[in-house]
């Protein structure tokens, strides 16, 4: 019987992923009145047997084109933060992409880069790197493998970060607080802090509906980032109050 209620669940899943595009791992315990953990298990699962593609938090659907990253899972505004970030790459910068579905929609903006050096704790942007005709030189941290952020973690990441030095590095975030800076979930906020240490300058790529998430875990003080940039939902207030912290704010606005 347990396993046949499994299955009806993981069934259940896909069809909710289907309708919505993607699925968060509380709300899916809330609506099969199971535990977080047994839904981490089905994500896992599921994305195993080649259903769909875990990310922090939950789930989307599997890109079309494994080798590529589909735009349509990426909002307009995602899309808009990534252009202008990408502006503030120059050829030949030695930069770190973290993982994230943000900080990954840089890449196919990265194809016109010239000479890049670019460290990332995902595999997933590796992989797409490694293809681009541009040739991008791609460094791994390596380290453990965090399934909850999907992305290399602990101390061997970091001991391999901090033997570079690195012109700008590109940080996602869950959570904005006004007065802390850039918020998560995952206990494990060490790499993101060495990244920030090891980089000339931080750039933080997150849409302004982060500033509403109220997250326990300070990842990043404004003291840290250099750049936030995000969308132009972003209050006038908001704007204000970050950039007094010393951050330059850039509000990009989808086309």
């Known amino acids: 019987m347990q396993k046949r209620n499994t299955q009806q669940r993981r069934r259940a899943i896909i069809e909710c992923l289907n309708t919505n595009g993607e699925v968060v791992v509380d709300e899916l315990a809330r609506q099969f009145s199971t ?4 839904i981490r298990k089905d994500l896992t699962e599921l994305e195993n047997n080649g259903l769909l593609l875990r990310k922090f938090g939950g789930a989307v659907l599997l ?13 307009s505004r995602k899309m808009a933060i990534a252009k202008a970030a990408a502006e503030l790459i120059k050829d030949h910068n030695r930069i770190i992409i973290d993982s994230g579905s943000t900080t ?26 490694l293809e681009q005709e541009n040739e991008p030189k791609v460094l791994m941290t390596g380290g453990s493998w965090d399934t909850q952020s999907h992305s290399f973690q602990g101390k061997m ?4 970060l901090r033997s570079y030095n690195f012109d700008q ?16 979930f995952n206990e494990l906020t060490q790499l993101s ?5 090891v980089s000339n300058q931080v750039i933080v790529m997150a849409e302004s509906e982060k500033l509403q998430r109220k997250i326990p875990n300070v990842e990043l003080p404004w003291q840290s980032i250099s750049i936030l940039v995000t ?13 007094k912290h010393g951050v330059a704010v850039i509000c990009a606005k989808p086309l």
């Open 104 to 129: 990954s929609a840089l890449l196919p903006l990265l194809k016109s880069k010239i000479g890049l050096v670019v460290m990332t704790n995902s595999l997933q942007v590796s992989n797409y790197l």
């Open 157 to 160: 990441a970091e001991l391999v």
């Open 35 to 38: 535990s977080e953990v047994t």
């Open 231 to 243: 969308d132009d939902l972003i209050s006038i207030e908001a704007k204000q109050s970050i950039e």
């Open 193 to 197: 802090k060495v990244m920030a240490e």
């Open 63 to 75: 890109p079309k084109d494994a080798s590529e990253l589909s735009n349509e899972l990426l909002s």
């Open 169 to 184: 590095a590109f940080l996602g975030a869950a959570g904005l607080d006004l007065a802390q800076g850039t918020t998560t």
